[in-house]
């Protein structure tokens, strides 16, 4: 059996499908709109705007805007805009591929990352009942600020 070490999970791939594309209202909330065609599989980042702050590293803690919807439906599931609100936290307290979407980018940076249920909430089963369990996830993200990890 091969064994795929902890860091080379959902590691950010490039595209091999079509992306969804994104609309910003004058407030600067995204607007996500999720293409006919299948999901890409793994972790696929785009830019939309490259900041030029502070790198996030891994295990920062990250103040960001962001705007999640599901690929099957194009729903809002989450969105700290509608909320009024940035979210604060942990790169590490996230599904592997938001933390693998921020890691690595600049403050100021606005970023699209679409995920595969495995970097997500994981296949629906039984066992995992969580409501994204089985969906492909995308996400705008706006990184406001990036403070280094304590100790």
Same mark, same amino acid.
């Not at 702050?53 to 439906?73: L, Q, R």
């Given at each position: ?62 103040? @960001?805007?962001? $705007? ?7 729903? =809002? +599931? ?7 609100? &940035? *979210? ?37 089963? @039984?066992?995992? $009942? ?7 996830? =995308? +996400? ?7 403070? &280094? *990890?304590?100790?």
């Amino acid at each position: 059996l091969d064994v795929t070490p902890a860091d080379q999970w959902c590691q950010v791939v490039d595209a091999d499908a079509a992306m969804p594309t994104v609309a910003f209202d004058e407030s600067g909330a995204p607007a996500i709109s999720i293409p006919a065609s299948d999901p890409p599989s793994g972790v696929v980042v785009d830019v939309l705007t490259e900041g030029d702050g502070a790198v996030v590293e891994p295990g920062d803690s990250v103040t @960001v805007n962001y $705007t999640g919807v599901k690929w099957s439906d194009g729903t =809002v +599931f989450d969105s700290s805009w509608e909320k009024g609100s &940035p *979210a604060t936290f942990q790169t590490t307290q996230v599904v592997s591929g938001f933390q693998r979407a921020l890691e690595g980018q600049k403050v100021g940076s606005t970023v699209l990352v679409s995920m595969s249920p495995l970097c997500g909430y994981g296949e629906a089963s @039984v066992t995992n $009942t969580n409501a994204l369990a089985g969906e492909t996830l =995308v +996400f705008v993200v706006q990184i406001i600020s990036t403070e &280094p *990890a304590a100790g």
